[in-house]
């Protein structure tokens, strides 16, 4: 059964089709599961849950190009979405400028957090090319970082913003 | 969190008739932001979600019309009010209120129909959008009916809508001249959920307020009307004293709760605080324009 269209008949399980980091998948789907849960089927570990509740940002991932949180996205609604996921920003073994700024700078220690603040960066960088402090605290407030990495990750936003290659080299222009 | 259908029909008709029945498991799903928390903890426990997702197309705009009415479909995020030229315009509280609810995530996927149908007593927009005297466009099987956003709460997470009823969109009249003000006291972290949200509309004539609308969410089972402290200040001319006054009397008039966000005598005291700064603030930028 191939549904690319939810109708009103019942269904528990669907086989959905979207486009995973330029790559068009389909999978079966229970209702019940969230799109990091969906993401970990399909062996990729980036976008994590963390809390659960859409506070954290661990789980962001880019939704027809706009940040989520996975943890609160039902999976069988992103059928005939455009889905991008930290592992999708550049070629296997290199680093986009938003990862290499976050070396750079060390703005992480364990590393937990930091797919979430990379995706969250690009959305940013959209956004605001060039963001004040301000402008970046309120933007990343919604992601947490336990090793309170926090004055380096705004600092690698900064550098990003810095060495952003050119405005249309963003999430998803490398799949 | 198990298994449940999830249906995802094409227009508000074919929403409402899924939506048409006694059985309290089946509910609407637009940004999926408060229902899915409410899913993972186990207070709800689906048998079929309704998502009003692909309704966005045709309830998502946000118009004018020539009445100066601002329509604000239920279907559209709240980062686009937030973003939204013609909102900040004609009702600035509003993209003002957005940069301190949740985070951009949330924002990005939760809808102003959510928003309101959601009944959470913590939540903002249901004292701004009453402030600023909206109403709500219901649409459901015997038709459409606009409740004003003030009456829109039954009881904590209750509102009146009725069996198969949908929030279609929300209608904002023009502000004639009123300033309003939102003031939202968090107790934990600056984006955090508040403590008490007290909003506030003021319009002036002939030296007394005339327009006088005041309410407050958060420290109460549900939003709440503050009529003795709107009658208090109606008529008269707004001198620091009168808005003490107001501020106590409110204080006296509201029954707060006590939760995780501070005791029941902590937020009556931050009532008659905020009540007097929000009263202030409006008063302020009135005599600024
Ligand atoms: C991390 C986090 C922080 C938050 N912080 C704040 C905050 O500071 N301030 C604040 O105000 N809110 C806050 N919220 C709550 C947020 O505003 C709500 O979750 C959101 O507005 C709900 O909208 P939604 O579209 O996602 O609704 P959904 O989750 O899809 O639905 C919510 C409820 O409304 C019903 N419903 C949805 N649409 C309609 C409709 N059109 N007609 C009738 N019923 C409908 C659903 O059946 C459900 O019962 C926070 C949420 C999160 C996750
Ligand atoms: S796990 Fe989704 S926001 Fe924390
Ligand atoms: S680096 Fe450890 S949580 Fe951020």
Request: a negative charge; glycine letters at 8%.
């Amino acid at each position: 059964m191939v549904c690319n269209d939810m109708n009103d008949k019942a269904a528990v399980v669907r086989r959905i089709r979207f486009r995973l980091n330029g790559r068009q998948r389909e999978a079966q789907v229970a209702s019940h599961e969230n799109l990091v849960d969906l993401l970990v089927r399909l062996d990729l570990f980036g976008a994590r849950e963390s809390c659960g509740q859409g506070l954290c940002g661990c789980c962001t991932v880019l939704v027809d190009d706009i940040a989520v949180s996975g943890c609160l996205t039902l999976a069988q609604l992103v059928d005939g979405c455009e889905v991008h996921t930290v592992e999708g920003l550049a070629e296997k073994g290199k680093l986009d400028f938003v990862q290499q700024a976050f070396i750079d700078e060390g703005a992480f220690q364990c590393g937990f957090c930091t797919p979430g603040f990379v995706m969250m960066t690009h959305e940013l960088l959209k956004r605001i090319p060039e963001p004040s402090e301000p402008e970046i605290r309120e933007y990343l407030s919604g992601n947490l970082c336990r090793c309170a990495a926090y004055p380096e990750i705004i600092r690698a936003v900064q550098t990003a913003a810095r060495n952003r290659p050119d405005p249309a080299g963003v999430a998803g222009e490398h799949a | 969190m198990r298994g449940f259908e999830l249906v995802r029909p094409a227009t508000l008709e074919e929403a409402i008739r899924l939506l048409d029945t006694d059985d309290p498991t089946v509910r609407p799903l637009s940004g999926g932001t408060a229902i899915m928390q409410m899913m993972k903890t186990g207070i709800f426990k689906p048998s079929r979600l309704v998502s009003l997702s692909s309704l966005a197309g045709d309830h998502s705009a946000i118009t004018l019309d020539d009445k100066g009415f601002l329509s604000i479909g239920a279907m559209t995020t709240l980062a686009a009010v937030e973003h939204s030229q013609v909102v900040l315009q004609h009702a600035p509280l509003l993209p003002k209120v957005m940069k301190r609810l949740a985070n951009v995530r949330v924002r990005n996927a939760a809808t102003v129909g959510g928003a309101l149908a959601h009944g959470d007593p913590h939540m903002d927009l249901p004292p701004v959008l009453a402030a600023l005297d909206a109403e709500v466009i219901a649409q459901g099987p015997g038709g459409q009916r606009r409740i004003p956003v003030a009456d829109l709460y039954a009881g904590y997470f209750e509102t009146v809508l009725q069996r198969g009823e949908i929030i279609a969109s929300v209608s904002v009249p023009p502000r004639n001249g009123c300033n309003s003000v939102y003031r939202k006291t968090t107790t934990r972290t600056a984006d955090d959920w508040p403590a008490l949200g007290v909003a506030t509309s003021l319009g002036r004539g002939e030296g007394v307020l005339q327009h006088v609308r005041l309410f407050a969410s958060a420290a109460t089972e549900r939003m709440t009307r503050l009529g003795s402290a709107e009658a208090h200040l109606r008529g008269n001319r707004p001198e620091a004293k009168l808005l003490e006054e107001a501020g106590r009397i409110a204080a006296q008039e509201v029954e707060v709760i006590d939760d995780a966000h501070g005791s029941a005598a902590y937020k009556v005291a931050l009532v008659a605080v905020q009540v007097r700064r929000a009263l202030h603030e409006a008063l302020q930028q009135g005599s600024e324009q």
